[in-house]
Protein backbone atom coordinates (compact mmCIF):
# COMPACT_ATOMS: atom_id res chain seq x y z
CA UNK A 1 0.00 0.00 0.00
CA UNK A 2 1.19 3.45 -0.90
CA UNK A 3 1.35 6.12 2.24
CA UNK A 4 1.57 9.77 2.17
CA UNK A 5 2.51 12.30 4.39
CA UNK A 6 -0.43 14.78 4.93
CA UNK A 7 0.98 18.71 4.78
CA UNK A 8 0.15 22.66 4.41
CA UNK A 9 0.20 23.44 0.84
CA UNK A 10 2.33 27.08 1.42
CA UNK A 11 0.33 28.37 -1.88
CA UNK A 12 -2.16 29.41 0.63
CA UNK A 13 -0.82 32.32 2.36
CA UNK A 14 -4.56 33.56 3.35
CA UNK A 15 -5.17 29.93 5.35
CA UNK A 16 -6.15 30.88 8.59
CA UNK A 17 -3.45 31.71 11.49
CA UNK A 18 -4.52 31.16 14.63
CA UNK A 19 -3.71 33.72 17.43
CA UNK A 20 -2.97 33.83 20.96
CA UNK A 21 -3.47 29.75 20.70
CA UNK A 22 -0.62 29.20 23.56
CA UNK A 23 -2.18 28.50 26.92
CA UNK A 24 -5.67 27.69 25.63
CA UNK A 25 -5.60 23.85 26.04
CA UNK A 26 -2.42 21.27 26.74
CA UNK A 27 -1.79 20.58 23.37
CA UNK A 28 -0.01 17.07 25.17
CA UNK A 29 -3.01 15.68 25.43
CA UNK A 30 -3.99 15.51 21.60
CA UNK A 31 -3.67 11.91 22.39
CA UNK A 32 -5.29 9.05 22.04
CA UNK A 33 -4.78 8.53 25.71
CA UNK A 34 -5.09 12.14 26.72
CA UNK A 35 -8.28 13.43 24.39
CA UNK A 36 -11.08 13.31 27.25
CA UNK A 37 -9.67 16.18 28.80
CA UNK A 38 -9.89 18.58 25.79
CA UNK A 39 -12.71 20.37 25.99
CA UNK A 40 -15.73 19.18 23.59
CA UNK A 41 -16.15 22.57 21.79
CA UNK A 42 -13.26 25.73 21.47
CA UNK A 43 -13.02 28.86 19.78
CA UNK A 44 -10.27 30.60 18.21
CA UNK A 45 -9.33 33.72 17.15
CA UNK A 46 -7.37 34.13 13.88
CA UNK A 47 -5.52 36.95 12.16
CA UNK A 48 -7.47 39.12 10.51
CA UNK A 49 -7.91 39.67 6.46
CA UNK A 50 -10.85 39.73 3.82
CA UNK A 51 -9.15 37.73 2.28
CA UNK A 52 -8.85 34.96 3.94
CA UNK A 53 -9.39 31.36 2.55
CA UNK A 54 -10.45 28.70 5.02
CA UNK A 55 -8.70 25.74 4.30
CA UNK A 56 -9.58 22.12 4.40
CA UNK A 57 -6.58 21.50 6.54
CA UNK A 58 -4.79 23.98 9.38
CA UNK A 59 -1.29 22.49 10.12
CA UNK A 60 -0.41 24.90 12.68
CA UNK A 61 0.05 24.97 15.77
CA UNK A 62 -1.93 21.65 15.80
CA UNK A 63 -4.14 20.31 12.81
CA UNK A 64 -7.52 20.83 12.20
CA UNK A 65 -9.66 19.44 9.56
CA UNK A 66 -12.64 20.52 7.61
CA UNK A 67 -16.21 18.82 8.16
CA UNK A 68 -15.57 17.57 4.26
CA UNK A 69 -12.15 15.85 5.01
CA UNK A 70 -13.53 14.65 8.54
CA UNK A 71 -16.58 12.80 6.51
CA UNK A 72 -14.29 11.18 4.18
CA UNK A 73 -11.99 9.90 6.90
CA UNK A 74 -15.30 8.80 9.23
CA UNK A 75 -15.93 6.71 5.45
CA UNK A 76 -12.86 4.89 5.98
CA UNK A 77 -13.64 3.24 9.45
CA UNK A 78 -9.86 4.63 11.08
CA UNK A 79 -10.00 5.20 15.00
CA UNK A 80 -10.19 8.76 15.49
CA UNK A 81 -11.57 10.96 17.98
CA UNK A 82 -12.79 14.79 17.40
CA UNK A 83 -13.04 18.19 18.93
CA UNK A 84 -15.31 21.39 17.66
CA UNK A 85 -12.90 24.22 16.77
CA UNK A 86 -14.40 26.96 15.54
CA UNK A 87 -11.87 29.57 14.20
CA UNK A 88 -13.14 33.34 14.10
CA UNK A 89 -12.03 36.32 12.43
CA UNK A 90 -13.87 39.03 14.34
CA UNK A 91 -13.44 42.35 12.13
CA UNK A 92 -14.27 40.59 9.04
CA UNK A 93 -17.20 38.63 10.77
CA UNK A 94 -16.56 35.49 9.41
CA UNK A 95 -15.56 31.97 11.03
CA UNK A 96 -15.83 28.64 10.24
CA UNK A 97 -16.51 24.92 12.09
CA UNK A 98 -13.23 22.81 12.24
CA UNK A 99 -12.51 19.56 14.12
CA UNK A 100 -9.30 19.17 15.79
CA UNK A 101 -8.87 15.09 15.14
CA UNK A 102 -6.56 13.05 17.00
CA UNK A 103 -5.41 9.53 15.43
CA UNK A 104 -3.65 6.70 16.39
CA UNK A 105 0.06 7.45 16.81
CA UNK A 106 3.35 5.32 16.50
CA UNK A 107 7.36 6.08 17.08
CA UNK A 108 8.03 2.78 16.07
CA UNK A 109 7.70 3.61 12.06
CA UNK A 110 10.07 5.66 10.62
CA UNK A 111 9.72 7.68 7.28
CA UNK A 112 11.56 7.44 4.53
CA UNK A 113 10.54 10.14 1.73
CA UNK A 114 10.53 9.69 -2.36
CA UNK A 115 11.61 12.23 -4.18
CA UNK A 116 12.39 12.97 -7.92
CA UNK A 117 15.46 13.88 -9.22
CA UNK A 118 15.33 14.80 -13.13
CA UNK A 119 12.45 12.27 -13.58
CA UNK A 120 14.66 9.78 -11.61
CA UNK A 121 13.13 8.27 -8.09
CA UNK A 122 15.01 7.89 -5.23
CA UNK A 123 14.45 7.10 -1.27
CA UNK A 124 15.61 9.55 1.27
CA UNK A 125 16.08 7.25 3.93
CA UNK A 126 18.95 6.35 6.85
CA UNK A 127 21.12 2.92 6.29
CA UNK A 128 19.48 0.94 9.20
CA UNK A 129 16.33 0.73 8.38
CA UNK A 130 15.58 -2.63 6.98
CA UNK A 131 11.90 -3.51 6.64
CA UNK A 132 9.24 -1.73 4.66
CA UNK A 133 6.13 -1.73 6.46
CA UNK A 134 2.52 -2.04 4.87
CA UNK A 135 -0.94 -1.30 7.70
CA UNK A 136 -4.23 -1.87 7.52
CA UNK A 137 -5.04 1.85 8.68
CA UNK A 138 -6.05 4.53 6.35
CA UNK A 139 -4.70 7.81 8.57
CA UNK A 140 -2.60 7.49 11.73
CA UNK A 141 0.28 9.70 13.29
CA UNK A 142 4.10 8.89 13.30
CA UNK A 143 6.25 10.80 16.11
CA UNK A 144 9.74 10.99 15.91
CA UNK A 145 10.63 13.25 18.67
CA UNK A 146 11.01 16.56 16.30
CA UNK A 147 7.56 16.41 14.72
CA UNK A 148 4.20 14.57 14.53
CA UNK A 149 3.58 13.50 10.66
CA UNK A 150 0.16 12.54 9.47
CA UNK A 151 0.29 9.79 7.34
CA UNK A 152 -2.58 8.69 5.18
CA UNK A 153 -3.10 5.85 2.92
CA UNK A 154 -3.61 6.54 -1.03
CA UNK A 155 -6.84 5.72 -1.14
CA UNK A 156 -7.64 8.51 1.73
CA UNK A 157 -5.50 10.72 -0.40
CA UNK A 158 -7.31 10.09 -3.64
CA UNK A 159 -10.93 10.62 -1.85
CA UNK A 160 -9.60 13.64 -0.71
CA UNK A 161 -8.36 15.40 -4.22
CA UNK A 162 -10.98 13.91 -6.06
CA UNK A 163 -13.49 16.37 -3.15
CA UNK A 164 -10.63 19.39 -4.34
CA UNK A 165 -9.63 19.59 -0.83
CA UNK A 166 -8.04 23.03 -0.45
CA UNK A 167 -4.53 23.89 1.11
CA UNK A 168 -3.14 20.18 1.39
CA UNK A 169 -0.09 18.91 -0.17
CA UNK A 170 1.02 14.78 -0.14
CA UNK A 171 4.66 13.75 -0.16
CA UNK A 172 4.64 10.12 -1.15
CA UNK A 173 6.88 8.02 1.86
CA UNK A 174 7.96 4.92 2.64
CA UNK A 175 7.49 3.06 6.10
CA UNK A 176 10.28 1.93 7.84
CA UNK A 177 10.25 -0.46 11.48
Same mark, same amino acid.
Given at each position: ?? *? &???????? !?????????? !? @????????????? %???????????????????? =?????? &???????????????? =???? *???????????? +????? %???? &?????????? *???? =?? @?????? +?? +??? +?????????????? =??????????????????????? @???????????
Amino acid at each position: MK *Y &FELTGNTR !YKFAPRLVNW !Y @GAFDVRNIRIEKF %YKLPKQHLFKIESSENTIFT =DAVFFP &FLLVSQMVRDVIKMYG =DAAF *YREIILLDSEAA +KSQLY %YLPV &FEETSELQIG *YKTF =DH @GICTIE +KE +KDK +KQIVSLDRNIFWID =DRRKRHTIISQELAESLLMRNAI @GIDLQEVILYR
